[in-house]
């Protein structure tokens, strides 16, 4: 059988795999050019449900809710088919020091942005200028977010009929639902879906895949191959043999063992943030979902083994008010980095075959949503395939090299004693530019103009909620002297004090709002 550009398409695309960056490429696609019987592109979707998705990658970032707009997938829908509760952050636990004596430390990570006022003061002068000793913490003082998350209040509410609320947000959800969701979108969207293994990838003379063999469909040609094949990135990788650019001098974390936990009952406490907790040689994700909470202790095969992470799981699991016994656990190997190129002659590697970094912050989906949406941007109607591939592979690597600098700032700033903690801070494992940034930082708070924002998956607010979570000092003593409007920036925290006030009176419980979405949209 030979799948090819139809009468109807000038071009074609064959999509290998069909995990969340699979789908999701296939629906983005399939919306942004158009559906083949509109005269868009021919797209093909190849699994192999013997290998099966990582299943992995419960926790996503605000950009999820405009992708699922994006693709006309409804927000009640998804959360149903998901299992999905809402996300309004991170909480981290024991991050900045080891715990001694049941004393724990923590911060927390809102997905809002502080609050300006329509003034458009930036806030975080006026509050690294006050006492230290008595200030809230500065991502308390500029959202009530955490206030919401604490009280286990949904970020929105049902008004006039709608649910709209004042927090951003984003979900927790069930990796594998998810991507069926996706994969019914995608078939709507008219996008073919063929069932079989990958087999052969032939090249032709310049390099480019001349075609791929699936024992199941024969030969199997299209204009753009799209590698969704995960971590074995059998196009990318193996065919066209492109570096994989390892990053573990900066990241550690090579382990995952992970775990599922259900609730003593349906109506057990459901947290709308997750919880990452530092422990000896990594961190555990907690993620509640609504039927089940996800749990995995990310981890370096350097500083630990095996057996020593699973007893750490499984305490973690134990004081947190799971049940251990019934507790199966899977481990997950991976090698944090990307390939040095993401798209050649005319294949394109999206999700795992193109990069992996770690759990923390989320960035998997972020990493695939960025892909597609320059990939449907850049797609030639004519001409060379790859005329943008340059510009993409830019994009992409400077946008991974981002996303190093951000969550070794996590990693780097912690003051735990243990070896894994301390090699975290050596100067050689940090990238120069973050490097750089830390010194400025400890004379001025970071500013927008620090970062591209096209290169960028975080904000300068992001790293300020990192950085003053963890405690970092930024001397700012001299210029708070001068600061002139400092009355302003007073009321400015006490309306965003009496705004939490009122949005604890008006949301309603977390887990109570998810039910009625569930059930009536
Ligand atoms: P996969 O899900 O592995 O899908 C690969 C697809 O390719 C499958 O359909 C498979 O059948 C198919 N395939 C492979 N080989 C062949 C072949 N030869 N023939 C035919 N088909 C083939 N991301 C987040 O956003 N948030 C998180 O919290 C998060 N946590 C993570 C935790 C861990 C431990 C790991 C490892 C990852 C995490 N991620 C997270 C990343 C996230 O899991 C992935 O980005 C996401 O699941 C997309 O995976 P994928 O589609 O690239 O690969």
């Known amino acids: 059988m030979e799948t090819k550009a139809s009468d109807a398409s000038d071009r074609s695309v064959l999509i290998v795999g069909g995990g969340a960056a699979g789908w999701l490429t296939a629906c983005y696609l399939a919306t942004h ?3 083949e019987r509109q005269g868009g ?6 699994e192999s449900p013997d290998i099966g998705i990582i299943g992995v990658g419960e926790g996503t970032f605000p ?3 405009n992708i699922l707009r994006t693709l006309g997938i409804e927000e009640a829908e998804f959360m149903r088919e998901s299992q999905a509760a809402f996300k309004q952050g991170i909480r981290f636990d024991d991050w900045e ?21 329509k003034e458009e003061l930036e806030l975080l002068p006026y509050w690294l200028i006050q006492d230290p000793a008595t200030r809230p913490p500065y991502a308390e003082a500029v959202t009530f977010q955490k206030r919401i998350a604490d009280a286990r209040l949904a970020p929105k509410r049902l008004y006039q009929g709608h649910y709209s609320g004042p927090l951003n947000y984003a979900y927790h959800f069930d990796a594998a639902r998810f991507a069926n969701v996706l994969a019914r979108r995608a078939k709507a969207l008219g996008v073919h879906h063929l069932q079989g293994l990958l087999g052969e990838v032939v090249l032709d003379d310049t390099g480019a895949i001349s075609h791929a063999i699936s024992p199941d469909h024969g030969r199997l040609s299209a204009d753009l191959y799209v590698d969704c094949t ?20 900066t990241l550690f974390a090579d382990r995952a063992v992970v775990c599922q936990v259900s609730y003593p009952n349906a109506n057990a406490p459901l947290e709308s943030y997750t919880i990452a907790t530092a422990h000896e040689a990594g961190w555990t994700w907690d993620i509640g979902l609504a039927n089940r909470r996800g749990i995995g202790y990310v981890h370096s095969s350097h500083h630990t083994s095996e057996s020593r992470a699973e007893e750490v799981l499984a305490a973690y699991v134990a004081r947190s008010g799971g049940k251990t016994a019934a507790v199966e656990m899977r481990h997950i190997s991976f090698d944090a980095g990307y390939r040095t190129q993401h798209w050649v002659k005319n294949c394109v590697a999206v999700g795992l075959s193109a990069g992996f970094l770690e759990p923390l912050e989320s960035t998997g ?22 005329a943008s591939a340059g510009l993409f592979n830019d994009l992409m690597v400077k946008r991974y090299d981002a996303i190093i600098n951000f969550i070794k700032l996590h990693y780097c700033l912690s003051k735990r004693e243990e070896p894994f903690w301390r090699d975290n801070t050596a100067a050689e494992s940090i990238p120069e530019r973050l490097r750089m940034l830390l010194d400025i930082w400890q004379h001025r708070p970071p500013s927008r103009y620090d970062f591209v924002i096209d290169h960028e998956t975080f904000a300068h ?10 405690n970092f000092h930024t001397d700012y003593q001299a210029a708070g002297r001068a600061l002139p409007m400092k009355d302003k920036a ?3 925290f006490s309306r965003i004090h009496s705004f939490g006030e009122q949005a604890a009176k008006d949301l309603s419980a977390h887990r109570a709002t998810i039910k009625a979405i569930y059930d009536n949209g």
């Open 41 to 46: 592109p021919r797209i093909t979707l190849l």
């Open 230 to 249: 995960g971590f074995r990135s059998e196009l990318l990788g193996k065919a066209l043999n492109v570096p994989f650019r390892p990053v573990s001098g």
């Open 63 to 65: 950009t999820t809710r």
């Open 97 to 117: 020091v080891t715990p001694r004596n049941d004393v724990h430390s923590h911060y927390f990570h809102p997905f809002e942005a502080p609050y300006l006022g």
């Open 461 to 470: 607010f992001n790293y300020q909620y990192i950085l003053y979570g963890m």
């Open 33 to 35: 050019l158009g559906q």
């Open 365 to 386: 989906m972020v990493l695939i949503e960025a892909a597609v949406n320059k990939i449907a941007e850049f797609f030639p109607h004519s001409g060379p395939i790859d």
């Open 490 to 492: 007073e009321q400015i």
